[in-house]
């Protein structure tokens, strides 16, 4: 039987993301939600943030599988932290805090938990990550995703944009390095 690895175990959160989407804004309502505890700091529409999020996604996945290197794959799991993880926390103390539940909650604990427990523990199986630095992703992710929850998708724009040029900028110095002390 074939076991599972951690870049197809990625293409999981996508498919997350959709199913997460259906429970929040199609059978209920987020915004409705969101909107009575917080200020409406996103203009932008559930369907667009859903097009957005995943589209990111895809893209972290596609540089990933290009680089396949431990520093694309370290910007994926900070983005999955970012953007599934930290959800995952929103609506659980959100709930908990409101005594109100987070439209979302459902599927960010049934799929957002599981899908990224086994993401991660692939990682840490085959030497992409160590629990040191996840904790470390998980810090990053976590300040990504409160910013924009305070300010709005001007973070996620700016942060995702960072991730895509600190991965490629990262993976050519460090194939410079490794191309240098080899020729030494």
């Known amino acids: 039987m074939t076991r599972l690895s951690f870049n197809t ?22 915004r409705v939600w969101r909107l009575t505890y917080f ?14 999020l995943m589209a990111i996604t895809f893209v972290y996945l ?6 396949a290197n431990r520093i694309s ?3 994926v799991l900070i983005f999955l932290m970012s953007s599934q993880v930290h959800n995952v926390l929103f609506h659980l103390v959100g709930s908990v805090v409101f005594w109100h539940y987070s439209p979302g909650l459902t599927t960010a604990l049934l799929l957002y938990v599981p899908v ?22 998980f810090l990053i992710g976590g300040a990504t995703f409160w910013a924009f929850e305070v300010f709005g998708p001007v973070v996620l724009f700016g942060g995702v944009l960072t991730g895509w040029v600190l991965t490629f900028a990262l993976t050519s110095w460090h ?10």
């Open 62 to 67: 596609i540089i990933h599988a290009l680089l």
């Open 73 to 75: 794959a370290a910007f």
């Open 175 to 184: 194939n410079k390095r490794a191309t240098q002390a080899g020729s030494a």
């Open 9 to 30: 175990a990625l293409l999981f959160a996508p498919l997350a993301y959709a199913l997460h989407h259906i429970e929040e804004n199609v059978i209920l309502d987020f």
């Open 39 to 52: 200020a409406d700091n996103n203009a932008l529409t559930t369907e667009a943030v859903l097009s957005i």
């Open 116 to 137: 990224n427990i086994l993401i991660v523990r692939l990682a840490v199986k085959e030497g992409i990550a160590t629990w040191s630095q996840l904790v470390l992703y």
